[in-house]
């Protein structure tokens, strides 16, 4: 089948804003997008830029809008969006070139969770494991899958707004550590995360649960951290 | 295995921000607001409102129990309608209300404003506003 895709070119050493460019290119409809974006590259136009990776939806490398939404582009199929494509970059984060963007300042408040377990107990008598029980790990299992792909914290109508706002990915990845029950840095996230920029800037859009390519209930999360800092419960 | 127990932070450890004792005030005057309809539309039917005024009145009337309302109303006797009780509750709805947009409008500027010094001349403007404009709601209410 002919695939018509419409891609966001910006070169910042020749071009002064965004433009589009076209190509059709031959592919079939259980081609990802990312296929056709490696066939543009590799076959019309080598100088288009874009990140990848694993390409099998892990790393989160290749998060872009495809049709206006958020996607991960290795694991859009191009019968799911048709053979008219638009591909662009994620919004919030400044274009470095075509399809890329500066994920600094995604993860600089990535960072700003202190995103690693927190306990300054002594171990336990045995010196081993601080164990946890089925329960207990299943509280914070949904979290653990976020790839920091920036699908979320991109679709953010809040983060678009404003740039300082945490953003839903870094708030997830305090709630990875604030429901663990063996971390005991739970106190300092959640004041972190009560200042102006964190999840008071949350207006509970759903666009970050929309856009998760690991189907996080991102919003959950978010209303969960929320209700952490009211109660004090953190089971 | 672990023995799980309950893990819960003490209010002197999670603290309570600005923002999350707003966030709480936010819901709760929500909720507020609807206890106050109920008791408005409760209070009119009680008062007769079922034969004497159409859905959209008694609405009307529900959302601040002001006798201004029901003047135009077939209600025959006002006076039950500006009773003292029924001034309370339109005062609490008027203040409960303006209070939850006031810090709605905070929330929604904050989106877009960035600076500190810009968050807290906003917080003045709008507290400055809220002040002026609620002794002006709680006089015509009182006065009506």
Same mark, same amino acid.
């Given at each position: ?235 | ?19 999350? #004792?707003?966030? +709480? ?5 929500? !909720? ?7 008791? %408005? $539309? &409760? ?41 003292? #009780?029924?001034? +309370? ?5 008027? !203040? ?7 810090? %709605? $409008? &905070? ?38």
């Amino acid at each position: 089948m002919e695939i018509t895709i419409k891609i966001f070119r910006y070169n910042p050493e020749k071009d002064t804003r965004g433009h589009y460019e076209t190509y059709v290119v031959e592919g079939d409809e259980n081609d990802r997008v990312l296929d056709v974006l490696e066939h543009v590259k590799g076959k019309t136009d080598g100088s288009l830029a874009f990140r990848r990776s694993c390409a099998h939806g892990v790393c989160g490398s290749d998060a872009m809008r495809i049709n206006g939404r958020n996607h991960l582009a290795c694991k859009t199929l191009v019968r799911d969006v048709g053979s008219n494509i638009t591909v662009e970059p994620v919004l919030g984060l400044k274009v470095k070139k075509d399809l890329i963007v500066d994920m600094d300042p995604f993860f600089d408040n990535y960072k700003k969770m202190l995103p690693y377990l927190i306990n300054d107990s002594p171990l336990p008598e045995d010196g081993k494991e601080r164990l946890q029980s089925p329960e207990q790990r299943a509280r914070f299992d949904e979290s653990t899958k976020c790839i920091l792909c920036a699908a979320c914290t991109t679709s953010c109508p809040s983060y678009w707004a404003n740039d300082q706002y945490y953003g839903p990915a870094a708030i997830v990845a305090a709630h990875r550590f604030i429901f663990d029950s063996r971390d005991e840095g739970a106190s300092e996230r959640l004041h972190i995360l009560s200042e102006t920029d964190g999840t008071a800037r949350c207006h509970t859009a759903y666009n970050c649960t929309e856009a998760c390519p690991r189907d996080i209930k991102i919003t959950k999360a978010i209303g969960e951290v929320k209700m952490a800092m009211v109660t004090g419960k953190l089971d | 295995m672990t023995q799980a127990k309950a893990r819960t932070l003490s209010l002197s450890k999670r603290g309570m921000s600005f923002e999350t #004792f707003m966030w +709480l005030f936010t819901r709760l005057t929500a !909720l507020g607001m609807y206890a106050f309809i109920l008791v %408005g $539309v &409760i209070g009119a039917l009680v008062m007769g409102a079922r034969n004497q005024m159409t859905f959209i009145e008694v609405l009307r009337w529900a959302l601040v129990t002001n006798p201004g309302h029901v003047a135009y109303t077939n209600v025959a006797d006002i006076a039950p309608w500006e009773s003292v #009780f029924w001034r +309370l509750v339109a005062s609490g709805m008027f !203040l409960t209300a303006s209070s939850h947009g006031m810090h %709605g $409008v &905070i929330v929604i500027l904050d989106d877009y404003l960035g600076g500190i010094s810009q968050r807290k001349w906003i917080r003045i403007l709008n507290l400055a506003a809220y002040f002026i404009i609620a002794p002006i709601g709680l006089y015509v209410i009182w006065t009506a």
